[in-house]
């Protein structure tokens, strides 16, 4: 199974790809955590985005597809894999598509965990990490709204998007996605 799930920082991503990896057996690609290890790091993919994570901007498109390439062809993702971050606007959702196209891994759903703005600000407020100042907290949402709304249409129209409600608790959440991906 192959999987992709979007929303906000703040929306749940995290605790459901816990929770499906766990259920499916599915390798996490978890894009924030590989770039922020990285950089911990210092190694040169960290160096190359230290920049754009500490302002809550993307990192450059050539850098992220190469990178997902990397994480998909690895031995432990042959059992299927769920990105985390993966993609954040409509060009990184395409290039994305032809990549799979070309290994022969279509995509399953593209899971949209809806939460209303206020509440992902509010949640993102509240997990204090690093590189989680105000501003890049309000620059990352704004960046979220402006680029990756459009990666919903992109999925919709090629029958993929399966939205989901993510008011509910995580336990809820977690048992309508899976109700809806189950092979
Ligand atoms: P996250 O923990 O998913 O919010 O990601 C933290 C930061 O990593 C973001 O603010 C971006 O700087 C960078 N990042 C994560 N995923 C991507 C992506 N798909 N494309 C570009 N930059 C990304």
């Not at 994570?53 to 597809?65: K, N, Q, S, W």
């Not at 279509?106 to 204090?128: C, K």
Request: net charge negative; glycine share 8%; aromatic share 6%.
């Amino acid at each position: 199974m192959r999987l992709v799930l979007l929303g906000g920082t703040g929306a749940g991503k995290g605790t459901q790809a816990t929770l499906l990896c766990e259920r499916f057996g599915l390798l996490s690609i978890a894009t924030g955590s590989v770039l922020r290890e990285a950089i911990e790091a210092r190694t040169e993919l960290g160096q190359q985005v230290s920049a754009y994570v500490d302002r809550g901007e993307l990192a450059p498109d050539d850098i992220m597809i190469a990178l997902m390439k990397e994480q998909i062809t690895r031995p432990e993702a042959s059992g299927g894999w769920l990105m985390d971050g993966y993609p954040r606007t409509a060009f990184q959702a395409e290039e994305l598509w032809i990549l799979l196209d070309r290994l022969k891994q279509p995509l399953d759903y593209a899971i949209w965990l809806e939460v209303p703005t206020e509440t992902l600000v509010q949640r993102a407020l509240e997990r204090a990490r690093a590189d989680d100042r105000p501003e890049a907290i309000e620059r990352r949402i704004n960046v979220f709204q402006e680029r990756t709304l459009p990666i919903l249409e992109f999925y919709s129209y090629r029958k993929r998007l399966l939205r989901i409600d993510g008011m509910q608790s995580p336990e809820q959440v977690h048992q309508q996605i899976a109700e809806k991906v189950e092979p």
